[in-house]
């Protein structure tokens, strides 16, 4: 079982940045890829970037690559999505997600498990 917490969402004006971190439990932390999942009001929960368990491969959607980075320490059970040059159109709870398998397959699929997700809101 795994417990995700994620942190530091807010408000901030277009052309800024956030980053925001999600903790984990448990103690394989290391065997489980990581990601970064969005949702904004009235569309569905769309996938944002991942990483793998070692942090050597990372993928990220079309619409964020350039503008945002995914990263880990395994060694503090963390991974953080640091978001800069934000539009107004990244809008959304974020949610901070593990899957047991590869990264590559959290382009594609749900994971095993969710974070609670926070907001981010980006004004124009």
């Known amino acids: 079982q795994v417990q995700l917490v994620e942190s530091g969402g807010g408000l901030v004006q277009a052309g800024g940045s956030l980053r925001l971190s999600c903790a984990a439990s448990g103690r394989t932390f290391s065997s489980y890829a990581m990601g970064w999942f969005r949702q904004a009001p009235g569309k569905e929960r769309e996938f944002v970037a991942a990483?793998?368990?070692?942090?050597?491969?990372?993928y990220y959607a079309d619409s964020v690559k350039g503008r945002f980075t995914i990263s880990r320490v395994n060694a503090k059970n963390t991974v953080w999505l640091q978001m800069n040059s934000l539009k107004p159109e990244d809008t959304a709870v974020y949610y901070c997600?593990?899957?047991?398998?590869?990264?590559?397959?959290?382009?594609?699929?749900?994971?095993?498990?969710w974070g609670q997700g926070t907001q981010v809101t980006v004004s124009s």
């Open positions: 997600a593990a899957v047991a398998t590869s990264a590559w397959s959290l382009t594609s699929r749900a994971p095993d498990y």
């Open positions: 990483i793998s368990g070692s942090g050597g491969t990372t």
